[in-house]
């Protein structure tokens, strides 16, 4: 244990929400996109898996479904700090059924910030849809989408599978049309402090509250927010004052919000010019599974209890006009509404238990724990000081034995 600690003291800490770091999964399996569907390496319902995207290219990873689940497949692409990428820069990413019929896809772009950071498309094969009905083999397809001019840097790439089973009992395919839709009040009280995760693995679980966060110019803060059947979240971000400079930044503050099987939800911005600014969500109808029935992604995404990530970046640029600092956010977050009971799967979901909000879930949200790697870490931090200690006195108490046997 002594060795593990040293071996950690030796490298380098990165703070969560530095530019360019990025915490993915330590269960990540390494893979590599292949051209063409036909070499294609078969991606697992439940897995993660970590790849990388060069300037211009577009990659298959394969999939065999059964016929039964719903299934989604999410990309986070990563690009390295200090890359420059343009307003229209990101991925596309859709999945196909055999015959190279798109079942559904979506894009994910940098925005008018131009500034580097994680972003998450992604793509389903939906068993209620009329495309892509029935089992067989199926790909995932990653396009990089590039501006003239952009580096030509690599992207990391992060790939998560998730499928939900059918239910026991069959619901109405209309949407929920009785829902508070009025835009809710930012929450209120004291803020707690709460740093963030550097990835959605190891994103810090908050709960209702005012939580703040210390982030610098081109850093991404990750969170997650257990919200159960019947819960409505409201999110909001504030960004702090500055009198270290002057200037005007677009999209400064970029607020985001993923589900629990991390497709996008609801994104929002402002931009800074050294006064407070804040981002606000749309309002999110309460989490239902009528829900995707819904033809918007902020009212459709609600779809599934569980974790929803709220993702929040600060541009890079804003150290250009206002310096390095790191600057005060705080998070505002509301979950009103009483939970109730889940649709009625038949089966489980891969990987186990992601539509299902726990008490771990809800303790988490109070204590701040993470997730994934960030939360491992912290374990063998801890286990590595306190084994380090008891040797170190086990090792004192034997030198002040033998000194005493050394005089007798």
């Given at each position: 244990?002594l060795c593990?600690?040293?071996?950690l003291?030796?490298q380098?800490?990165t703070a ?6 990025y915490g993915?999964d330590k269960?990540d399996r ?7 569907a036909?070499?294609?390496?078969g991606?697992k ?5 970590r790849?990388?995207?060069?300037k211009?290219a ?6 065999t479904?059964?016929e039964v ?12 700090a ?5 307003a229209?820069?990101g991925?596309?990413v ?5 015959a190279?019929?798109?079942?559904t ?8 910030s ?5 972003v998450a ?17 199926y ?6 989408v ?5 580096s030509?840097?690599t992207w990391g790439l992060?790939l998560t ?7 026991a ?10 829902w508070n ?7 209120t ?13 190891g ?6 509250g005012?939580?703040r ?10 969170y ?7 819960q ?6 504030d960004l ?22 991390r ?5 929002a911005g402002v931009?800074y010019?050294?006064s407070?600014r ?20 902020h009212?459709s995404g ?7 990530y709220?993702?929040v ?27 109730h009971?889940?649709p ?5 979901s891969?990987?186990r238990n992601?539509?299902?909000v ?16 960030d ?7 801890v ?9 170190l006195?086990?090792l004192?108490?034997?030198t002040?034995?033998?000194?005493r046997?050394?005089t007798?």
């Open positions: 244990m593990a600690t040293a071996a003291a030796g380098p800490a969560a929400g530095a530019p360019g770091s993915y269960g390494v893979v590599n996109g292949a051209t063409g036909a070499d294609a390496v991606l319902s439940g897995g993660t898996y790849s990388s995207l060069p211009g577009s990659f298959y990873y394969g999939l479904l059964d689940s719903d299934v989604y497949v999410s990309v986070t692409a990563v690009p390295p200090g890359t420059k990428v343009a229209t820069d991925i596309r859709s999945l196909q059924n055999a190279g019929t798109s079942c896809h979506q894009s994910a772009s940098f925005g008018a131009r500034s580097p950071h994680p498309a992604w793509a389903a094969r939906e068993t209620g849809r009329a495309l892509c009905k029935g089992g067989g083999q790909y995932v397809l990653v396009e990089r590039d501006a003239t001019g952009s030509s840097d992060e599978v998730v499928s939900e089973p059918p239910l009992q069959a619901v109405t395919s209309d949407a929920p049309q009785d839709s009025a835009s809710p009040e930012p929450a009280g004291e803020a707690r402090s709460r740093a963030g995760g550097s990835g959605f693995a994103a810090v679980a908050v709960g209702q005012v939580w966060g210390d982030i610098a110019p081109g850093g991404t803060l990750f997650k927010v257990p919200v159960d059947w019947g409505q979240l409201s999110v909001s971000a702090d004052a500055s009198d270290a400079g002057s200037g005007y930044v677009s999209r400064a503050l970029d607020l985001a919000l993923y589900n629990p099987v497709a996008s939800v609801d994104e931009g010019q050294g407070p804040s981002a606000a969500l749309d309002a999110l109808p309460p989490v239902e599974y009528r829900n995707r029935y819904f033809v918007v992604d009212e609600m779809r599934f209890a569980g974790s929803y709220v993702v970046h600060l541009a890079a640029q804003v150290a250009d006009d206002f310096g390095q600092g790191p600057f005060p956010v705080t998070l505002r977050v509301r979950v009103a509404g009483a939970a009971g889940g009625g799967y038949e089966g489980r891969e990987p992601v539509f299902d726990t008490s771990q879930d809800r303790a988490a949200a109070v204590t701040g724990s993470g997730g994934g790697g939360t491992a870490m912290k374990v063998l931090a286990a590595g000081i306190g084994a380090g200690s008891v040797l006195a086990t004192g108490a034997w002040v034995a033998a000194r046997r050394a007798t």
